[in-house]
């Protein structure tokens, strides 16, 4: 197997040789007396990436999942209802979630290929005049379908109908690649993870916290432990954790957020426009289509692409693996065997997504897929050129 070649999956991402070098020390005890004056600057930088001031980013040793886990059980209380729309493999993964907690999830159901029901969720939240709902779940990118969702438009919506319940968005597939401003959108729960914006290794989930959710955590009733909101928050004021702290990650954390900030956050995410829009031109090449229905929704973190009838997806991705050593993403529940996705999420460069798609056509090509060779390359050749 040969492994220089980049990852077009949607996360894991591709590990930058500078972050890899920065994680590569030896250890460091996380209750050191200098460990603090590194974690809060650190703590802070994160705010910075989140925008948010007047809230919290905590850091838990978790895969993102746990993140969402995390806003659920530091919030609510067995019995509450809540808001959301399943419209991918990860919107459907926050109902699940709510579910086991014996939460009450009123389920709004949308084909999969559109953005959450933003119109819907108002007409709800306006009648439920109780305000029954404690809270409104959202996906910004559903990475299973390639579709982005407005939350500042969520969030008008439910000021619209003058509803207090709390906004939490699985912001796992878009934060630090695509715009994200927790405070000016009145977010109260965030969730991110290391291995998709910030360019490292799995392990870290990344919860934005509003005052708004904190102060709801005070009367919420659901047991946690590992990921009590207030036992890390109190750690943390000390410069530390409540538990051994996942030193090697927060080194790489610390070097992402660096890098993030020397691009500059509007270029980080004008990167991530730019390369998509150049993986779109070379779908339309092909004369293939995209999950998203709504050209203005269209992710910018991940393309998934429905191949032709009579072909199915996986054995695409599995052939680009064990031919090309290539990964991209194969298709997720409803849309499994129908979509493959390019990933195009976190360190990526033009040359970078080029090789993507040049290597995805010949597979293509290699499975009789009615495409021409090299017409993807060339558009998306032509994208770049023009706006690099
Ligand atoms: C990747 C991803 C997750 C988190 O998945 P983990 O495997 O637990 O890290 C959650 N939501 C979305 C939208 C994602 O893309």
Redesign the pocket.
């Known amino acids: 197997m040969l492994q220089q070649n980049p990852v077009f999956i ?2 894991p991402t591709n590990i930058p040789d500078r972050l890899r070098r920065a994680m590569d020390q030896a250890s460091w005890d996380h209750r050191a007396p200098d460990f603090p004056a590194f974690f809060h600057p650190l703590l802070d930088d994160l705010k910075s990436v989140f925008k948010t001031q007047m809230g919290e980013v905590l850091i838990f040793p ?7 886990e995390a806003s659920i059980v530091n919030t609510l209380s067995p019995g509450d209802k809540v808001l959301a729309a399943s419209y991918g493999m ?2 459907q ?1 926050w109902i699940e979630i709510c579910r086991r907690f014996q939460i009450e999830v009123e389920v709004i159901d949308v084909e999969w290929g559109e953005a959450a029901p933003v119109d819907q969720f108002e007409r709800v939240l306006a009648s439920d005049s109780q305000h029954e709902i404690k809270a409104v779940l959202v ?5 299973a379908t390639g579709v982005e969702t407005n939350i500042a438009s969520v969030r008008e919506a439910m000021n619209r109908s003058n509803h207090p319940a709390l906004l939490c968005v ?5 934060i630090a690649s695509v715009d994200f401003r927790m405070d000016e959108w009145g977010v109260d729960l965030a ?1 991110a ?1 290391s ?2 914006g910030f360019m490292l290794n ?1 392990g870290l ?1 990344l919860v934005g916290v509003s005052q708004k959710a904190l102060a709801a955590g005070k009367q919420a009733k659901l047991p946690r432990c590992y990921f009590d909101f207030v036992d890390m928050i109190a750690a943390n004021k000390v410069g530390s954790f409540p538990f051994t702290a996942p030193v090697s990650l927060i080194y790489g954390l610390r070097e992402s957020i660096n890098m993030l900030q020397e691009e500059g956050l509007d270029n980080v995410f004008e990167r991530h426009q730019r390369i998509a829009q150049g993986v779109r031109q070379a779908v339309e090449a092909w004369g293939l289509t995209l999950c998203g229905k709504n050209p203005a929704l269209y992710s910018k973190t991940v393309s998934a692409i429905y191949v032709p009838d009579g072909f199915n997806s996986d054995t695409l991705v599995e052939l680009a693996y064990k031919k090309y050593s290539v990964s991209y993403g194969l298709g997720l529940g409803k849309v499994a065997g129908r979509v493959f996705r390019i990933g195009h999420v976190g360190m990526m460069t033009d040359a970078m997504a080029l090789s993507g798609i040049a290597t995805i056509e010949m597979v293509m090509k290699d499975l009789d897929y009615p495409i021409e060779l090299g017409s993807g390359v060339a558009a998306a050749q032509k994208f770049y050129r023009q706006s690099a």
């Not at 996906?139 to 990475?143: A, G, I, L, S, Y």
């Open positions: 949607p996360g978790s895969s993102g999942t746990g993140g969402l990860f919107s993964r996906t910004q990118n559903e990475t699985d912001g796992v597939s878009a969730v993870g291995q998709k799995t989930a």
